[in-house]
T-cell receptor, first 116, second 119 residues
């Protein structure tokens, strides 16, 4: 079964620091996503990315956030100056073109970000 | 706007009981996908099922079954003969679908139902 890989699994950072969360999507997928889940709450969409540009972003995804696909395999989420309220689980996901097979929308295992 | 409502915040059952998790959704799209994910205490999202809006057939996979009713905008999930390992948070999700030429399957999640199965 193909997997989306996220690193690190847990990151602790000081408020105001920059963090980069990394993801390796499934190789033949074309759409990439980041979602956030604050502890005990629902999973929320942050951003989708296709053809090297953002295709949609939510209100949460403000100027402090950016995404990049630097080398054709990795997909990164950068938070420029972390705040306490950025503490959450961040999930990466990828999906296929147009139709979804059973593995067509796959989430990584998440990165738990703790801002102190 | 997409919306998913999981009215049951927490459910507690005793092992071997059947349990149904409710999911009601709202969408203006005529084409969409519905999903169920399981989130165990370890935190990852485990894919359980995807159903497209064209297909209202119910589905059974082992002890799991899903009842999709477009007329009531519901996509309920039943676990038969529950086990302790079924204890987790279960999320229902809805994707919007922008059609051919570039499909962007943004998922809208419900708030989840915490299922606790006691021995």
């Amino acid at each position: 079964e193909p997997e989306v890989t996220q690193t690190p699994s847990h990151q602790v950072t000081q408020m105001g620091q920059e963090v980069i969360l990394r993801c390796v999507p499934i190789s033949n997928h074309l759409y990439f996503y980041w979602y956030r889940q604050i502890l005990g709450q629902k999973v929320e969409f942050l951003v989708s990315f296709y053809n090297n540009e953002i295709s949609e972003k939510s209100e949460i995804f403000d100027d402090q956030f950016s995404v990049e696909r630097p080398d054709g395999s990795n997909f990164t989420l950068k938070i420029r100056s972390t705040k306490l309220e950025d503490s959450a689980m961040y999930f990466c996901a990828s999906s296929e073109w147009e139709t979804l097979s059973n593995y067509g929308y796959t989430f990584g295992s998440g990165t738990r970000l703790t801002v102190v | 706007a997409q919306k998913v409502t999981q009215a049951q915040t927490e459910i507690s059952v005793v092992e071997k009981e059947d349990v149904t998790l409710d999911c009601v959704y709202e969408t203006r799209d005529t084409t969409y996908y519905l999903f169920w994910y399981k989130q165990p205490p370890s935190g990852e999202l485990v894919f359980l099922i995807r159903r497209n809006s064209f297909d209202e057939q119910n589905e059974i996979s082992g002890r799991y079954s899903w009842n999709f009713q477009k007329s009531t905008s519901s996509f309920n999930f039943t676990i038969t003969a529950s086990q302790v390992v079924d204890s987790a948070v279960y999320f229902c999700a809805l994707s919007d679908y922008f059609g051919s030429g570039g499909s962007n399957y943004k998922l809208t999640f419900g708030k989840g139902t915490l299922l606790t199965v006691n021995p």
